[in-house]
């Protein structure tokens, strides 16, 4: 399996992080998103408030939201390869949950075709996409943004519920 190109995974990672700030609505906080190389490997990382519980869609969009960044990173630039990578895991996360929590699997293809098509919108939103575009930009140049720097820049974010 290839490994991710760093934009990519900011992307991913940044996706996670604004969809995590936007389902949050003031109960909780973004925390803290990385990029991290040994060298060999590329992993990333968004980490939000420990202890907190979330609705299984609310999950949805937040599990699911680096694959929708993706998708969206996409329309503008090529993927360097098919490979879906560290996203298995999203996935397997998701599926593991919805399957537990629905008990059906034309459940969860329902409910997992609407968090994706909300994703989507999301993303298409220009504001919300600017966002995630600046937080992986200085991701790929700083490798760490946390504290107030990541506050500003998430705070930004403008959506209606």
């Known amino acids: 399996m290839a490994l991710p190109e760093p934009a990519r ?27 991290e190389s040994d060298g060999i490997n590329l992993a990333g990382s968004s980490l939000i408030e420990p202890e907190v519980n979330l609705g299984l869609y609310e999950f949805g969009l937040v599990v699911l939201a680096g694959i929708a960044a993706e998708n969206r990173y996409f329309k503008v630039v090529s993927p360097a390869t098919d490979e879906p990578w560290g996203a298995i895991g999203d996935i397997d996360e998701w599926l593991a949950q919805a399957r537990s929590a629905l008990r059906s699997y034309a459940r969860v293809e329902i409910v997992t075709k609407n968090v994706m098509r909300r994703l989507k919108d999301f993303f298409e939103d220009q504001t919300s996409w600017s966002v995630v575009t600046e937080l992986a930009g200085v991701l790929l140049k ?3 943004v946390e504290g107030g720097q990541l506050r500003s820049l998430l705070e930004r974010q403008i959506v209606i519920f």
Do not use: I, K, N, P
């Not at 700030?21 to 998103?33: E, I, K, L, Q």
């Open 9 to 35: 995974l900011a992307h991913h990672e940044a996706g996670h992080a604004v969809v995590q700030h936007w389902v949050a609505r003031g109960r909780f906080r973004v925390t803290r998103v990385s990029l």
């Open 142 to 144: 700083e490798g760490v």
